[in-house]
C-alpha cells in the first residue's frame, strides 16, 4: 500500500490524467443515477402524484369522455345512475365515492366588474371536496343554492373589462407582438382575492349573451398538494352543488343531458383502500354496465419509460468509464516498463509473484479511488450548474436534481472496480518481469 | 553455508553455445567473508547470479543452508532468497518512494512481519551502520556512502545465511569504499554473517581474509595467480595479493 501510494504521488502527470479519466467516468455514473432519481421523484410528485392512482374513474358506458352526461348512445342501461353510484358505495375496499357533472366552460363576471375569459363548472356533492384532497384556502363549502367553490386556478386570470377586451383584439390582430403575450402571461398568473365575490356565468344563447344568475363565491380552494401553483393556474374549476347546477341549467337553458327521473352523473370518482383491489373494484363496475378507468397503466408506462432513460444514462456512464480504463491501463503498462527495474530489485529482496501484482492491483484502486472521489466533486458541481440552469431557465423549481449518499458508494464501486480492472494486465505483466534481466545495467 | 558443486554455466547465442563458467567448486564457511575476485568478462557476476538463485546453472549443484537452489522454481526461490540471502548493490538500488527506514524494512514487508517489528529492527541495523537519524529522510537526500550503509542495513534485516555484495564500494570514493569496506566487516565479526562480495578491486579484495579468483570461467589456482591471463587478460595476479591474504586450493578448479 505504502508503495503504491509512493508511486501514486511520485508520479504525479500519470495520476492526474488517469484520475481525471476516472473521474470523468465517476462523475457520468452519479450524474445519471441523480437526474435518474430526481426526475422519478419529480414525476411520482408531480405527474404520477396528480395521477391519483387510488382512484378509479368511472363513466357512463357508451360515452367518450366527461360532459356526454351518459348520453343515448349507453342507451338507459348505461347511465350513470344515483342507484348504481349506491352499489359502487357499498362495494368492499371503496374508501369514498364522489359523483360529479360538467356543465362546461363559462366566461364569468364578478361583481366588480372583472372578467375571466373560461372557468369549467363542475357538480359535485360539495362537502366531500376535502375527501378528494382538496384543502380550502378561504370560507368553505355552503349549502345553499347559488354558492360556488373556485380552485386555485379559478382565482387566476381575472381582468378588467376594457383589458380583457383590448388583449382579445390584439390576439385577433397582432398574435405575434411578444409584448401582448408577455401582459397576457402577467394577468395569467395573478390571483384575485375572489372570496365573498358575486359571479355571473355568462352563455352565449343564439348569438346573444345570456348573463347567469348572481352566484357567491363561499370557498377558495388552495393550489393542491404536490402541484406547483405555476401549473395550477391552467385548471380553473368552479364547484357547485347538484342543486344549484340544477339551478343555473334552468336560468342558462342548459341541456340536462337525460330524461331520467333520477340524478344522473359524467364521472364518478371510486377512492379505493390499496392498488392491489383496483382491478378487481373495475371488474366489479364493469358489471354494471359502467366505463371503470385508472392511471397504473399510464403509471407503470412512464416507470418504464425512467427505467429505460436510467439505463441509457448508466451506459453512458459506464461507457466513459470504460475509456477511462485505456487510459489506465496504457499509464500502469508505461509505469511497469520504467519500473522493471525496480520490481527486479524487489523480486531480488524476496517479493514473489503476487505480492508484485497485488502492488500494481493497489495502485490501480487507488488511482481508481482518487478518481472516485474527484469524480464525485465534478458531479457536484455539474448538478449544481444543471439546477441552476433548470431553475433559471426552464422554470421548474421542483424538478431539483440532489447528489444522494446512496450513489456517492456506487459512483466510488464503479471507479475503484474499473482502476482494478485495468490494473489486472499490467500487474500481471510487472509480475512476470525477470528479475535478473530487470537489474542488469547496461 | 555455501557449497558450490561443480557449476558449470553456458549461454545460447545463435547455434553457437559459449561456455562461461567451468566446473566451479568451492565452499564458504559460516561466518566468513571472501572476495570473488575477477576482471570485466571473467564469469563473476554470472557466478553471483548462480549463486543468488536468478538463474540456473547448467551443470552442478549450489547449496546453501544444505539447500540445493537448484531444484528450486520462481516462487520458491523467491521464498528462499527471502529468508536465507541478503543483497547489497553496486548502485544501492534503493526505492525512492519509500524513506530510509521504510527502505530496510522493505525484506520483511514481503514476509508479512509485523510493523512494528519491522521498524524496530530496522532502526537497531540503521543504529549499527551509523545512519539512525537518517530514518525519516528520502534515499535522495543521503550521500552515495549514506545510501550504501542503507542497502547494507536493508541486506541484513532478514538475517540472512548468507550476503551477496556485488561491486558495492564500485560507485564510491576511496574514503567512504574504506568506511562500507570497515563497516561490513565489523557486521560480519558481530554478526557473523557470511558475506560473498564481488569485487574487481584488487583493494578491496586485499582486506578479505580469503579470495576466490576467476578467469575466463575457470577457477584460478593459487599458484596460477602470478601467470598472465590468456589474451592479455587484465584479471589480476596473486602477487598483486597483499601479504596475509589466505588463497586456498583443493584440485583443479577447486578453491575452498
Known sequence: MRLAWGQIKRRKVVTALCMTGISIGCAAIIVAISIGNAAQGYLETEIIGGMKLDEITVTPQGSSGPGEGGGAAGGERGLLTDDKVQVIQGFNHVKSVIATKQLGYFRSISSDNLISEGVNVVAVDLSKLKEQGQRFKEGGALEQIGAVVLNYGATTGWKDAETSERLTNMMNTD?????????????????????????????????????????????????????????????????????????LADSLNLQNGTASKQRVYDSVTVKVDDLQNIKP???????????????????????????????????????????????????????????????????????NMPQIRNMFIVEASLLGLLGGLLGIVFAYLIINGLNSFITASAGMSGLQIAVTLGTLPIGIAFAVMTGILSGIYPA????????????KRD | MLRLENVSHSFKNGNEVLKVLHNIQFEVQKGEMIALLG?????????????????????????????DI????????????????????????????????????????????SPSKRRKKAMELLEMTG????????????????????????????EPSVIFADEPTGNLDTKTEEEIIRIMMALNESMNTTFVIVTHEMEVAAQMKKTIMLRDGYLVQPEEYTRPAAGGSKAPNASSLPSGVEVHSEGAGEVS
Open chain 2, 39 to 67: 576482471s570485466s568478462g571473467s564469469g563473476k557476476s554470472t557466478l553471483l547470479n548462480l549463486m543468488a538463485g536468478l538463474m540456473k546453472p547448467t551443470e552442478g549443484h549450489i547449496y546453501i543452508a544444505d539447500q
Open chain 2, 131 to 158: 545512519i539512525g537519524d537518517k530514518a525519516a529522510l528520502y534515499p535522495s537526500q543521503l550521500s552515495g556512502g549514506q545510501q550504501q550503509r542503507v542497502s547494507i542495513s536493508r541486506s541484513l534485516i532478514t
Open chain 1, 175 to 247: 398574435p405575434n407582438n411578444p409584448k401582448l403575450w408577455e401582459e397576457f402571461q402577467m394577468y395569467e398568473g395573478t390571483v384575485t382575492d375572489m372570496s365573498g365575490k358575486s359571479i355571473q356565468l355568462e352563455q352565449m344563447d343564439n348569438e346573444k349573451k345570456l348573463l347567469g344568475p348572481q352566484m357567491y363565491v363561499g370557498g377558495v380552494l388552495d393550489v393542491p398538494t404536490g402541484r406547483e401553483a405555476q401549473f395550477a393556474i391552467y385548471d380553473r374549476q368552479a364547484y357547485v352543488s347538484f342543486d344549484t347546477a340544477e339551478w
Open chain 1, 281 to 351: 373494484l373495475e371488474d366489479l363496475i364493469s358489471k354494471l354496465a359502467l366505463n371503470a378507468s385508472d392511471n397504473l397503466a399510464m403509471r407503470d408506462q412512464i416507470a418504464s419509460q425512467l427505467d429505460t432513460f436510467k439505463a441509457i444514462a448508466l451506459g453512458v456512464g459506464v461507457f466513459i468509464l470504460l475509456l477511462a480504463s485505456i487510459s489506465i491501463i496504457v499509464a500502469m503498462t508505461m509505469s511497469t516498463h520504467q519500473r522493471r527495474r525496480q520490481i527486479g530489485i524487489m523480486k531480488v529482496l524476496g517479493a
Open chain 2, 70 to 113: 537448484v531444484k528450486y522454481g520462481e516462487n520458491k526461490l523467491a521464498v528462499f532468497r527471502r529468508k536465507h540471502i541478503g543483497f547489497i548493490f553496486q548502485a544501492y538500488e534503493l526505492i525512492p518512494t519509500l524513506t530510509v527506514r521504510e527502505n530496510v524494512e522493505l525484506p520483511l514487508v514481503f514476509q508479512s512481519v
Open chain 1, 428 to 439: 500481471i505483466s510487472a509480475a512476470r518481469t525477470n528479475a535478473l534481466l530487470a537489474i
